[in-house]
């Protein structure tokens, strides 16, 4: 393949690894893997999914709820609160699919109520621990308020939440104790709601990484999973040989005085997220492609990033191997973020993967 410019490549081998690893931790927990679509935003790469036997997508957006249905999805749970100026686009969405929607408060729930005729499941989102956004289990009187809203065109089919208190340096009995307290939230909220054949959705990458027994789970929804990442693997979620994308960077300059390789590849190719694991900030992890794909074996770090530039801080050695025109491989730190600043990706067979623009919708 002819690479010119800043190119995503995804291994479609790793993806399919990672998703029936995925899959088969839900199916021994007699649940369903949704994952979410955010991290991969691609028809392409969702018929992978498909193939592997996943059915059910999770999304962020109505507009990417909209692209997915268009490839044939037809059970999306939009995993962001429900915002009334979308309601329009909302209601024309839900004569086509399975649409489920999440609910945050009973503010919104009335909304939804009057503006929204086309059946509509719902979830209400809790607050497991993140405080982003979601009910306090504690704030009984807005769950109460919510139940009494129950009655309606639309259907209520269960408890959300994303434990994202996990995207730290995580070890498995962390993750257990979040996860406990998680279930212990999602018991709490049920009972004030009254209600005891809601499903339980409950995703993020790290705790589905590195649990097991997901013990009064329905649904897993974990996202970043199917690509990781660089701090996926700081979290201890994932090892290098894992990341199934690592984004292929020409070098044009060389700065041996100081010990740097400028690439072309800067903060509009991977954002700003970076990793300091040891006091240092790390912007990628560099390392050796091939003919086949790419090394896993770290060769050098992105020290800094500007707009369209990335300073890599080189050893001699490194720096000797190198010349202006090379391509490097940067394994990007957050690969969610790096895959939604890509306009496609390519497949080391060559194959170029379409992806979800908010242009086109």
Same mark, same amino acid.
């Given at each position: 393949?002819?690479?010119?410019?800043?190119?995503?490549?995804?291994?479609?081998?790793?993806?399919?690894?990672?998703?029936?690893?995925?899959?088969?931790?839900?199916?021994?927990?007699?649940? #369903?893997?949704?994952? *979410?679509?955010?991290? +991969?935003?691609? %028809?392409? &790469?969702?018929?992978?999914?498909?193939?592997?036997?996943? $059915?059910?997508?999770?999304?962020?957006?109505?507009?990417?709820?909209?692209?997915?249905?268009?490839?044939?999805?037809?059970?999306?749970?939009?995993?962001?609160?429900?915002?009334?100026?979308?309601?329009?686009?909302?209601?024309?969405?839900?004569?086509?699919?399975?649409?489920?929607?999440?609910?945050?408060?009973? #503010?919104?729930?009335? *909304?939804?109520?009057? +503006?929204?005729? %086309?059946? &509509?499941?719902?979830?209400?989102?809790?607050?497991?621990? $993140?405080?982003?956004?979601?009910?306090?289990?504690?704030?009984?009187?807005?769950?109460?308020?919510?139940?009494?809203?129950?009655?309606?065109?639309?259907?209520?089919?269960?408890?959300?939440?994303?434990?994202?208190?996990?995207?730290?340096?995580?070890?498995?009995?962390?993750?257990?104790?979040?996860?406990?307290?998680?279930?212990?939230?999602?018991?709490?909220?049920?009972?004030?709601?009254?209600?005891?054949?809601?499903?339980?959705?409950?995703?993020? $990458?790290?705790?589905?990484?590195?649990?097991?027994?997901?013990?009064?789970?329905?649904?897993?929804?974990?996202?970043?999973?199917?690509?990781?990442?660089?701090?996926?693997?700081?979290?201890?979620?994932?090892?290098?040989?894992?990341?199934?994308?690592?984004?292929?960077?020409?070098?044009?300059?060389?700065?041996?005085?100081?010990?740097?390789?400028?690439?072309?590849?800067?903060?509009?190719?991977?954002?700003?997220?970076?990793?300091?694991?040891?006091?240092?900030?790390?912007?990628?992890?560099?390392?050796?492609?091939?003919?086949?794909?790419?090394?896993?074996?770290?060769?050098?770090?992105?020290?800094?990033?500007?707009?369209?530039?990335?300073?890599?801080?080189?050893?001699?050695?490194?720096?000797?191997?190198?010349?202006?025109?090379?391509?490097?491989?940067?394994?990007?730190?957050?690969?969610?973020?790096?895959?939604?600043?890509?306009?496609?990706?390519?497949?080391?067979?060559?194959?170029?993967?379409?992806?979800?623009?908010?242009?086109?919708?």
């Amino acid at each position: 393949m002819k690479i010119t410019k800043p190119t995503l490549l995804v291994d479609e081998q790793k993806v399919r690894k990672n998703v029936r690893m995925m899959l088969e931790k839900a199916k021994s927990n007699g649940a #369903e893997l949704r994952p *979410h679509f955010k991290t +991969h935003h691609s %028809a392409d &790469i969702a018929a992978w999914l498909r193939e592997e036997g996943v $059915t059910k997508a999770t999304v962020s957006s109505v507009d990417m709820a909209k692209y997915f249905a268009k490839a044939g999805w037809d059970d999306i749970t939009i995993a962001f609160p429900y915002n009334p100026l979308e309601a329009e686009e909302v209601e024309q969405l839900a004569k086509q699919i399975t649409l489920n929607v999440t609910i945050v408060s009973k #503010e919104a729930l009335v *909304h939804l109520n009057q +503006h929204v005729k %086309a059946p &509509i499941n719902y979830f209400i989102k809790v607050d497991v621990g $993140t405080h982003r956004t979601g009910i306090l289990p504690e704030l009984t009187d807005e769950i109460g308020h919510i139940a009494q809203s129950l009655n309606s065109e639309h259907k209520l089919v269960g408890l959300l939440a994303h434990a994202g208190h996990t995207y730290q340096p995580m070890t498995k009995e962390k993750a257990e104790k979040v996860f406990s307290e998680s279930i212990k939230a999602f018991d709490e909220v049920k009972s004030i709601v009254g209600k005891e054949d809601l499903i339980i959705s409950y995703g993020d $990458t790290p705790s589905c990484s590195l649990l097991d027994d997901f013990a009064g789970v329905n649904e897993l929804r974990p996202g970043n999973f199917v690509f990781y990442d660089i701090m996926q693997q700081y979290f201890n979620s994932c090892s290098l040989e894992e990341i199934a994308v690592c984004m292929a960077c020409p070098v044009v300059a060389i700065h041996a005085d100081r010990n740097e390789v400028v690439v072309f590849g800067g903060a509009v190719h991977f954002s700003k997220d970076f990793i300091a694991p040891d006091g240092n900030r790390s912007f990628g992890t560099v390392v050796q492609l091939s003919e086949t794909g790419w090394d896993s074996e770290p060769i050098a770090h992105v020290d800094r990033l500007s707009q369209e530039h990335g300073i890599i801080k080189a050893s001699d050695e490194l720096i000797k191997s190198l010349k202006i025109g090379d391509l490097v491989g940067i394994l990007p730190v957050h690969s969610c973020l790096t895959a939604d600043l890509q306009g496609y990706y390519v497949s080391l067979a060559g194959q170029r993967l379409n992806k979800f623009n908010k242009a086109d919708v």
